[in-house]
């Protein structure tokens, strides 16, 4: 087919192929926007992934199967070939690094670029080069025409198309026979108005040319985004005689385009910004306020004890309090402001322009009225509350960091002021907020940096003051502030989630140094170790725990695992199934805090429990509060009617000690028998085959 209406003269054919090859070289902008966003492309088409993709696409097909001599014996064509082959390399290697998510340097596009653009000069080279075989130039153009990527439609200066290639047909649906004679306006979406052509026909007719983005229709109905050039084809003598249009459907590119920057810049769970765009808006706020002399605030806020709920209704209910609490959160600030998820529960807001301490004070309050609000979730109802640090612009720092941080340690002053409250950042007078601040920081290094140690308090059986086990527990050794006490970064790394790494070291070291008592000869014990909610919430505890009994090589007879009463009714049944687990494993089951919760009578018989230990908070006052009395022998009675061990624990003063064995409780632990020890003071004692009573 030839891409003219009639066979034009020798001159024409020169004068059409240099007003094109002008055309297609004014085109820089729409190949730059062509090419970024195809190879941005989620899910590249197979051919774009192969090896030998250069031979596969239209252009490769048209220049592998040409054997012209002209062509074949020409330099320039067999450079064309391999520009060609390392525009497809560049493509491919860049959908290579899109497709395992890694961030494409813009280099890499400016290569692919920069081969396309060479690709096309070369073609236009050549096509100069042949100017002595005039018939072979159409020749040429023509099959370039047809074999073109882009859709091309030809037109005469009223507009009426005489000439489409195959790509057109392949975008529009249109075939050639369909639109020939007719005019362009065939295409129109509808979504442009007359100024919007009248101002690409004035650019035509003034400039020559065209390009931008427009929405057209396909044959079928259906609406499309291309990046369309349009250029005027002229004469010898200047006179336009031809309009081109080089288009390319960019639909499915946009909205891929939109997609990564969605999945780059916003929280895909409650869709608003994420820590990037929130770092981003936050610069930009900066440079407004220093600009227009404004104040802008930055608030962080952390929902209280988040961690509880989602431990407790599983993570799809924390997912849904999530969304919810980002909805109201948005919601009470103004358009021009940001509500971002810098991740977990932690959220952050930027207001610009606030014009006092006072309105951001309101906004604040609107905040913790509005997440306050109960939420529905499982069918019940639960209550969560926020606590908001808030830092001003310039006043508690001048860049992203410094209001970042101050704000951070004032929401840590909130939470150290019992939570569900507002605090702002002051200069002086924040020392809890930073101790813990620091502290948290502090504890998330601490294992790596060895600063974490497991002491043994002994457990002794009453009768005979004899050592009948050892509970493990971690200390943490600070190589600044000395020794930080378990009540003050126990709760702080459950918070955290810190505890679930913390947990699973301590039973791993409890574990070894009970195996290598053993070893060494001492009487065989059992190594109690506390399990935490969080860790009970892990779907592979029991593995876990195999695979350190294995790696230990200690007999699960010998472990004993201990559970508070709370945690285990806060999901009764999840609990059943999980102790049911670990009892198969072999090793002993303990409830810890026993008669400080539900002391239900019915989950001791269903739950396969071998031990529960005596709260210490009855046996310290067991000599002086006739309750307290009362309790500890009622559980005492229940756990030897259920044939249960029981342990008292905080065993503290003779009294205690003379009373326990009274009314005949099994075993206990305390400071009356020995304080927490490091494993080798444990080792003489055992050694020693001393009795503590």
């Known amino acids: 087919m030839n891409m003219f209406p009639s066979e034009p003269s020798p001159e024409e054919i020169q004068e059409c192929s240099r007003q094109l090859e002008r055309v297609l070289d004014s085109h820089t902008k729409w190949l730059a926007r062509l090419f970024e966003t195809l190879t941005r492309r989620l899910?590249?088409?197979?051919?774009?992934?192969?090896?030998?993709?250069?031979?596969?696409?239209?252009?490769?097909?048209?220049?592998?199967?040409?054997?012209?001599?002209?062509?074949?014996?020409?330099?320039?064509?067999?450079?064309?070939?391999?520009?060609?082959?390392?525009?497809?390399?560049?493509?491919?290697?860049?959908?290579?690094?899109?497709?395992?998510?890694?961030?494409?340097?813009?280099?890499?596009?400016?290569?692919?670029?920069?081969?396309?653009?060479?690709?096309?000069?070369?073609i236009y080279a050549l096509s100069a080069g042949l100017s002595q075989e005039p018939g072979y130039i159409s020749k040429v153009a023509d099959d370039i025409f047809e074999y073109s990527t882009e859709g091309v439609l030809i037109t005469d200066t009223q507009g009426h198309i005489l000439n489409v290639n195959k790509a057109f047909t392949r975008v529009t649906g249109y075939s050639r026979d369909e639109v020939v004679g007719k005019m362009p306006t065939i295409l129109n979406s509808g979504r442009h108005d007359k100024v919007f052509y009248e101002a690409m026909w004035a650019s035509l007719t003034g400039e020559g040319h065209w390009e931008g983005e427009i929405w057209n229709r396909r044959k079928n109905g259906e609406i499309y985004l291309e990046w369309l050039s349009i250029g005027a084809v002229k004469s010898i003598r200047g006179?336009?005689?031809?309009?081109?249009?080089?288009?390319?459907?960019?639909?499915?590119?946009?909205?891929?385009?939109?997609?990564?920057?969605?999945?780059?810049?916003?929280?895909?769970?409650?869709?608003?910004?994420?820590?990037?765009?929130?770092?981003?808006?936050?610069?930009?706020?900066?440079?407004?306020?220093?600009?227009?002399?404004?104040m802008v605030a930055v608030m962080l806020l952390d929902l209280d004890r988040f961690k509880i709920i989602n431990d407790t209704l599983g993570h799809k209910a924390g997912d849904r309090l999530l969304v919810e609490a980002a909805r109201r959160l948005a919601g009470c600030i103004?358009?021009?402001?940001?509500?971002?998820?810098?991740?977990?529960?932690?959220?952050?807001?930027?207001?610009?322009?606030?014009?006092?301490?006072?309105?951001?004070?309101?906004?604040?309050?609107?905040?913790?009225?509005?997440?306050?609000?109960?939420?529905?979730?499982?069918?019940?109802?639960?209550?969560?509350?926020?606590?908001?640090?808030?830092?001003?612009?310039?006043?508690?720092?001048?860049?992203?960091?410094?209001?970042?941080?101050?704000?951070?340690?004032?929401?840590?002053?909130?939470?150290?002021?019992?939570?569900?409250?507002?605090?702002?950042?002051?200069?002086?007078?924040?020392?809890?907020?930073?101790?813990?601040?620091?502290?948290?920081?502090?504890?998330?290094?601490?294992?790596?940096?060895?600063?974490?140690?497991?002491?043994?308090?002994?457990?002794?059986?009453?009768?005979?003051?004899k050592i009948t086990g050892m509970e493990a527990l971690v200390r943490w050794q600070h190589p600044d502030q000395g020794e930080i006490l378990p009540g003050q970064f126990i709760p702080l790394a459950e918070e955290t989630g810190l505890i679930v790494p913390i947990g699973e070291w301590v039973l791993r070291q409890a574990c070894a140094q009970n195996k290598a008592w053993q070893d060494a000869g001492l009487p065989k014990m059992r190594m109690a170790v506390n399990l935490s909610a969080r860790q009970l919430k892990q779907k592979d505890l029991a593995e876990k725990v195999v695979e350190i009994l294995d790696e230990t090589r200690l007999d699960p007879n010998w472990l004993e695992l201990e559970l508070t009463e709370t945690t285990v009714m806060q999901n009764a049944e999840e609990a059943l199934g999980l102790l049911n687990q670990l009892k198969s494993v072999g090793v002993w089951l303990s409830i810890d805090d026993f008669g400080t919760g539900y002391s239900s009578l019915s989950y001791l018989k269903r739950f396969p429990i071998d031990t529960i230990k005596i709260d210490k908070s009855f046996i310290c006052t067991?000599?002086?509060?006739?309750?307290?009395?009362?309790?500890?022998?009622?559980?005492?009675?229940?756990?030897?009617?259920?044939?249960?061990?029981?342990?008292?624990?905080?065993?503290?003063?003779?009294?205690?000690?003379?009373?326990?064995?009274?009314?005949?409780?099994?075993?206990?632990?305390?400071?009356?028998f020995s304080r927490p020890l490091p494993a080798d003071t444990i080792t003489t004692l055992l050694q020693s085959g001393r009795h503590l009573t």
């Not at 199967?65 to 860049?94: C, K, W, Y």
């Not at 019992?418 to 950042?425: C, E, P, S, T």
């Not at 259920?642 to 000690?657: M, P, T, Y």
Request: with cysteine; glycine share 4%; hydrophobic share 45%.
């Open 43 to 122: 899910t590249p088409f197979p051919d774009d992934m192969v090896e030998d993709a250069h031979a596969r696409c239209h252009f490769g097909l048209w220049y592998y199967n040409t054997h012209h001599p002209m062509l074949v014996d020409s330099a320039e064509f067999i450079e064309i070939g391999e520009i060609h082959r390392r525009m497809h390399q560049a493509a491919r290697m860049i959908l290579s690094m899109a497709a395992s998510g890694e961030i494409v340097e813009k280099k890499k596009y400016a290569t692919l670029l920069d081969h396309a653009f060479a690709l096309r000069k070369r």
């Open 239 to 294: 006179v336009a005689t031809h309009y081109v249009a080089i288009f390319s459907d960019i639909t499915v590119a946009r909205e891929n385009e939109q997609r990564l920057h969605q999945l780059a810049f916003f929280d895909h769970l409650t869709n608003l910004p994420n820590r990037i765009l929130f770092q981003d808006r936050l610069e930009r706020a900066i440079v407004r306020a220093d600009r227009d002399s404004s």
């Open 334 to 465: 103004r358009r021009s402001d940001t509500a971002a998820r810098l991740g977990g529960d932690e959220f952050a807001v930027i207001l610009s322009e606030m014009s006092d301490a006072n309105s951001v004070s309101d906004v604040a309050k609107k905040i913790l009225d509005a997440v306050a609000v109960p939420y529905t979730l499982e069918g019940q109802e639960v209550f969560i509350t926020t606590s908001i640090g808030i830092s001003l612009y310039p006043h508690s720092g001048k860049t992203v960091e410094a209001l970042t941080k101050a704000a951070d340690i004032a929401m840590y002053l909130a939470k150290s002021q019992g939570r569900n409250n507002l605090q702002f950042f002051r200069n002086s007078g924040n020392d809890a907020a930073v101790a813990l601040f620091a502290l948290e920081n502090h504890l998330r290094r601490a294992l790596e940096r060895n600063e974490l140690m497991v002491y043994y308090q002994p457990q002794v059986e009453i009768e005979t003051g």
């Open 622 to 672: 067991v000599t002086t509060n006739e309750d307290d009395a009362s309790i500890a022998q009622a559980i005492i009675a229940l756990a030897e009617s259920l044939h249960l061990k029981v342990i008292a624990e905080g065993v503290e003063s003779r009294d205690q000690f003379l009373f326990l064995r009274e009314h005949q409780c099994c075993d206990a632990q305390g400071f009356f």
